[in-house]
């Protein structure tokens, strides 16, 4: 085959931008930044191999037309999907190129930011496909050439370069992408209240709370369980300063105002093997948070000046800093402590 190794380190990239994205979803601190970092740098050494990824792909069609003329149309099955994978991949890179570096937009009222991510989920069955398809290039004799190790090399420089370039280029042209935040996110509203974006996973949206007969409900491996009225969480004005980002592609830094959760916590008596809490919302939704944790989570009642309206999680929601916002649980209702830690659960919420 042509140019072999394009197609070999061709996989390895996406497998590594496949990753990488997926570990950038669940950073929302600064000290992870290093994921989404690899991700740029890895997509701009895709473009880069694109050239002789492309002459296959064209090669590869050229030689079906002719099979499918002797041998009938499935010898052309092989090409055909590669040349969708192609297509599916140029269409990934490009939302991801046009949020980070022109500016957010949206189409059919999701963000360019989510359409990536939904294109590239679809990539994920096409690459192990096409892993398997091409198992016979991947074997170590290739990794071990001098000459394969020079050209990943390149590659890795190459996508480096491309994207510093990138950076510099959005920043001297003043384009929008220069504005936003690591994980590609852009500011909305911040310091305004009750004015920023209201999102929920799966589009929960509960009926409003009443808090006359709301309770907190704190149940588990505790000495005491507990039922915390409204008011009793509602007055305390510890304050944090906290950015919310959302996958969805915005943040918004806000003064949230509320209870700490050790503080709750200590009021139950954790029990000695107590090794996390699930921080309960009243439509099901939840997630898990390792003890050692605790100390940096706010269940705010308020943010800025204002008390929390129903959109945005009304009586009560988690501020969870340095988390993305999937993470940071709206409409709060519960708290239960576990023996077991924080790790059993799915890396993103699947309710």
Not at 84 to 107: N, Y
Not at 313 to 325: E, K, Q, S, T
């Amino acid at each position: 085959m042509p140019y072999p190794w394009a197609n070999v380190i061709l996989l390895v990239l996406l497998a590594v931008e496949l990753a990488t994205g997926i570990m950038g979803m669940m950073s929302g601190s600064s000290d992870r930044a290093i994921y989404l970092h690899v991700h740029r740098a890895g997509g701009f050494a895709i473009l880069a191999v694109f050239l002789w990824k492309g002459r296959n792909v064209l090669r590869g069609l050229r030689r079906a037309a002719k099979a499918r003329g002797r041998a009938g149309k499935g010898r052309a099955a092989v090409p055909t999907w590669s040349i969708i994978l192609m297509a599916l991949l140029l269409i990934s890179m490009g939302l991801g190129l046009t949020w980070s570096h022109v500016g957010p937009f949206k189409f059919q009222g999701f963000s360019g930011l989510t359409w990536h991510v939904y294109v590239s989920a679809l990539l994920a069955p096409l690459l192990i496909w096409h892993s398997q398809a091409h198992r016979w290039s991947l074997r170590p004799k290739f990794w071990a050439e001098r000459r394969s190790f020079l050209r990943a090399g390149g590659l890795a420089l190459a996508g480096l370069f491309l994207w510093q370039l990138a950076e510099a280029t959005a920043g001297a042209l003043r384009l929008r992408g220069s504005e936003r935040r690591f994980t590609g996110s852009y500011e909305a509203a911040s310091f305004s209240g009750n004015a920023f974006p209201a999102t929920s996973w799966i589009n929960d949206n509960p009926a409003p709370v009443d808090p006359d007969t709301w309770r907190l409900r704190v149940t588990g491996q505790v000495s005491k369980e507990l039922d915390v009225p409204y008011d009793r969480v509602s007055d305390c004005q510890d304050e944090v300063t906290a950015t919310l980002d959302c996958t969805g592609g915005w943040s918004s830094t806000q003064v949230w105002r509320g209870t700490p959760l050790r503080r709750v916590l200590d009021q139950a008596g954790p029990l000695p093997g107590a090794a996390s809490v699930t921080v309960k919302s009243v439509t099901g939704y939840n997630r898990r948070f390792s003890m050692s944790e605790v100390d940096e989570l706010l269940l705010a009642a308020r943010v800025g000046d204002e008390t929390l309206s129903h959109p945005h999680g009304f009586p009560l929601r988690l501020v969870a800093p340095g988390r993305r916002g999937y993470e940071w649980v709206k409409w709060v209702t519960a708290l239960e402590v576990n023996d077991t830690g924080k790790w059993l659960q799915p890396p993103f919420p699947l309710q």
